[in-house]
């Protein structure tokens, strides 16, 4: 029923909404004066059946942008529980800075055996999402963020981290490629954590309730893995944990790119409630704290053509201005997002931390990214104990991603890079790559944070700001 009809039919002051699946119902509802909108489905529901494709949560901030500066009040509906309310609030965020309004619940408070502590729960948790996003607590708030770019006291914060990695020994739960799952264990026992390689859907449940990291790595997904990560990121979110993903080699097929992103609108298109989950795109059911890729994968993950890829690698000599690049898609992706190669971009979407540490012969063995990605992870894990420690909870209410991981994601890089510099002999001899892969290991398994903090090149800025903190290693 058009807008006009209804409100000659209502008493006066009556407050009307349309439901909106697309932008251009949304800019339609503004042209027609709504009060409010309803954007979806986000998942699929049984409360009635589906005429249009679901728009997923990461359909909605694009809807969201379409409302420009009126005064019209949006909620996301379809699907929506208690169990992805966080999830859904965290992501949908317009490039305006503008977030949801609230929530459209049925099923989880009228079917719940006890509605009201089902209502309570819900309103806490949006609530504490709201508190975290207008004050500043959590990633990318609406509240100015005044960032230090001082270069000691990020230096200080991956040495409390790198401390916590050796009291606390946290366990790394990684779903990762079957080339690399072997060295990557090794280089995160040899930082003095607990790696585990399980890629079960059945057990996902049970690890999320450990404390530490999930690291979701595609390189070599299949079917069956990938259910695996998807239970396994969901269960992980509900549990506070720290999720690292690593889209390795995504732009090498559709597969893979659906797989993240949801790229092909068949996987838009499914109206059943989410039970083939083989069909569902892992960032629509889980948010990551931390995306880490080389030129080409986050290119091919942002739709960007400015740099191509070639399987796993990065092709050409990439982004223009990188540090711009990992800091907008840092914002739209609301967590930390990791650019690799010869100089490093780590971003919490304002400061970008670059890191020159490093050597040529890790680009020249398999899996010097997929190391880089656990070792990210165990520093992850690590931000995730020390958290714990101050507040008893591995995450705070209504807060899903830490921005502390910016700092984890910097101290993983470092580990790796500095390790690299010192597996190759200082008197200049040669050394062979599989040499060097276990000097590699041996190294950071050496690795003190004294060394970190001394031999460190890093540089930190605000791009579009001419402030910059620049710290080059001391070498002895």
Same mark, same amino acid.
């Given at each position: 029923?058009?807008?006009?009809v209804a ?10 909404g349309v439901?909106?699946?697309t932008?251009a119902?949304?800019?339609a509802?503004?042209r027609?004066?709504?009060d ?6 986000? *998942?699929g529901?049984?409360?009635?059946k589906?005429t ?10 694009a ?5 420009g500066?009126?005064p019209i ?6 699907g929506?529980?208690? @169990?992805?309310?966080?999830?859904i609030?965290?992501?949908?965020i317009?490039p305006?800075?503008r ?11 009228v079917?719940?055996?006890e509605?009201? =502590?089902?209502?309570?729960k819900?309103s806490? +948790? ?5 508190q975290?996003?207008?004050t500043?607590i959590?990633?990318h708030s609406?509240a ?9 006291p990020?230096?200080?914060r991956v040495?409390?981290?790198?401390q916590? !990695?050796?009291?606390s020994?946290p366990l790394v739960h990684? !779903? ?5 799952a ?11 954590a607990?790696p585990?390689m399980?890629t079960?859907?059945d057990e ?7 404390p530490?990291a999930?690291?979701?790595? !595609?390189?070599t997904l ?10 396994a990121g969901?269960?992980?979110?509900l549990?506070?944990k ?14 893979r ?5 949801? @790229?092909c609108?068949s ?9 083939? +989950?083989?069909n ?8 990551p ?6 030129a080409?994968?986050? =290119? ?18 990439g ?11 840092a914002?739209?992706?609301?967590c930390?997002?990791v ?5 490093d *971009?780590?971003?919490?979407g304002?400061?970008?931390v670059?890191i ?5 012969l890790?680009? /020249?063995i ?7 990605g656990s070792l990210?992870?165990?520093f992850?894990?690590? &931000?995730?104990?020390l958290?714990r420690?101050?507040s008893?909870?591995?995450a705070?209410?209504g &807060?899903l991603?830490d921005r502390?991981m ?6 993983g890089l470092?580990t790796l890079e !500095?390790?690299?510099e010192q =597996?190759?002999p200082?008197?200049g001899?040669?050394?062979g790559?599989?040499?060097f892969?276990?000097? +590699?290991?041996d ?5 003190? /944070?004294d060394?970190i @903090?001394?031999?460190?090149k890093?540089s930190? &800025? ?7 903190s620049?710290?080059?290693? +001391?070498r002895?």
């Open positions: 029923m058009p807008i006009a409100r000659r039919l209502l008493p006066p002051g009556s407050i009307v439901s909106c699946n932008p119902h949304v800019h509802a503004v027609d004066g709504a409010y909108i309803g954007i979806g489905a986000v *998942y529901t049984q409360t009635k589906l249009e494709p679901l728009v997923g949560v990461r359909g909605i901030a809807m969201l942008d379409g409302l500066e009126s009040k949006a909620v996301a509906i379809g929506i529980k208690a @169990t992805n309310a966080l999830r609030l965290h992501s949908a317009a305006n800075g977030p949801l309004d609230g929530v459209a619940i049925v099923s989880d408070i079917a719940s055996r509605p009201a =502590a089902s209502a309570t819900l806490r +948790l949006i609530r504490a999402f709201q975290e996003f207008a500043g959590g990633i609406r100015t963020i005044v960032g230090s770019i001082a270069v000691e990020a230096l200080e040495q409390s981290l790198f916590e !990695i050796k009291k020994s990684q !779903i990762t490629n079957n080339v690399v072997t060295q990557s264990a090794n280089i995160t026992l040899a930082v003095g607990s585990i399980a079960a859907a996902m449940e049970d690890l999320s309730r450990i530490g999930l690291l979701v790595n !595609i390189g299949v079917p069956d893995t990938k259910l695996g990560m998807l239970e969901y269960f992980a979110n549990n506070g720290p999720i690292v993903l690593d889209p390795v080699g995504i732009g090498a097929s559709t597969f790119k659906s797989s993240v992103n949801g @790229t609108s996987l838009r298109r499914n109206v059943q409630p989410i039970i083939k +989950l083989c569902v795109e892992l960032l629509d059911r889980w948010q704290s931390v995306i880490k890729g080389n080409g994968e986050l =290119a091919a993950f942002a739709g960007s053509t400015e740099v191509k890829s070639k399987g796993v690698d990065s092709v050409g000599s982004f223009s201005d990188p540090a711009l690049f990992v800091q907008a898609l914002r739209q992706e609301r930390i997002v650019l690799t190669g010869k100089t *971009y780590v971003s919490d304002h400061l970008v670059c020159e540490n490093g050597h040529e890790l680009g /020249q398999t899996g010097a990214g997929c190391m880089a990210i992870a165990t992850c894990a690590a &931000q995730a104990s958290t420690g101050q008893g909870s591995a705070i209410e &807060q991603v502390g910016l700092y984890a994601a910097v101290g470092l !500095i390790a690299a =597996a190759v200082a008197d001899s040669a050394v790559r599989g040499t892969l276990s000097r +590699l290991i190294r950071v398994g050496f690795l003190t /944070q060394d @903090t001394r031999l460190a890093i930190i &800025q605000v791009p579009g700001s001419p402030k910059e620049t710290r080059t290693g +001391l002895e």
